[in-house]
């Protein structure tokens, strides 16, 4: 399988940054998602890595190395609406295929 | 407004009686697909449409049907429902297979199988 890890839960202060990493033991996806959560609802898009280094979107960052099998998620400048879960995915994807997998999910508790 | 809807938002039935849950898209997207989400095990692709009449089976297709007569509609049906099956059900889709063009979910699913 892809045995995609992320960490179960993390807490961080409002204010503050946290990074929220994603391994994976597995080669040859197109790219890697990141989702955010909030409780009771659907997912929403965050960003999408192609090529490994990081890009930014405002106070959310990712970042990917693929020789590394990792990527984290940063968030910057906390604020309590961004708790949530935070959802890694692997892109498989060609003419023919479409399947996305996904790690566990981070829950994100920011406090005040 | 682009979206994707799903019907019902809540189920309760028995097992063994067949059931369909309706997803439908007003995006004119391509790309369709059906998940679970449970505790402890995150979302689960159980099957996906790459167009009209072309699906293809994701991680968990088991016990699940799909069928793509048109673009806008991506119908998940369980034959006989089983316990095991109790889930929360998110319905997706997206433009192309592009990993860049975003995915949108649809608002949830929740089935219980008594």
């Known amino acids: 399988g892809q045995n995609i890890d992320q960490p179960t839960e993390m807490t961080a202060t409002e204010g503050a940054i946290v990074q929220i990493n994603c391994t994976y033991q597995?080669?040859?996806?197109?790219?890697l998602f990141w989702y955010q959560q909030h409780a009771g609802e659907a997912p929403t898009f965050l960003s999408y890595?192609?090529?490994?280094g990081l890009e930014e979107k405002g106070r959310f960052s990712s970042f990917l190395s693929r020789s590394k099998g990792y990527s984290y998620l940063l968030l910057k400048e906390l604020q309590m609406k961004d708790s949530a879960s935070y959802l890694c995915?692997?892109?498989?994807?060609?003419?023919?295929?479409?399947?996305?997998?996904f790690g566990q999910g981070t829950t994100l508790q920011v406090k005040p | 407004e682009a979206q994707v809807t799903q019907n019902p938002r809540y189920l309760i039935t028995v097992t063994g009686k067949k059931l369909t849950v309706t997803c439908s898209q007003n995006m004119n997207h391509e790309y369709m697909s059906w998940y679970r989400q449970d505790p402890g095990l995150g979302l689960r692709q159980i099957y996906y449409?790459?167009?009209?009449?072309?699906?293809d089976k994701g991680d968990v297709p088991e016990g699940y049907k799909v069928s793509r007569k048109e673009k806008r509609n991506f119908p998940l049906i369980l034959e006989s429902p089983s316990p095991n099956q109790t889930s929360l059900y998110f319905c997706?889709?997206?433009?192309?297979?592009?990993?860049?063009?975003?995915?949108?979910f649809g608002p949830g699913t929740r089935l219980t199988v008594l």
């Open positions: 995915a692997l892109f498989y994807g060609s003419s023919n295929t479409g399947k996305l997998i």
């Open positions: 449409s790459m167009n009209v009449e072309v699906t």
């Open positions: 597995t080669s040859g996806f197109n790219g």
């Open positions: 890595n192609v090529l490994d």
């Open positions: 997706a889709s997206s433009l192309s297979l592009r990993g860049t063009d975003t995915q949108y």
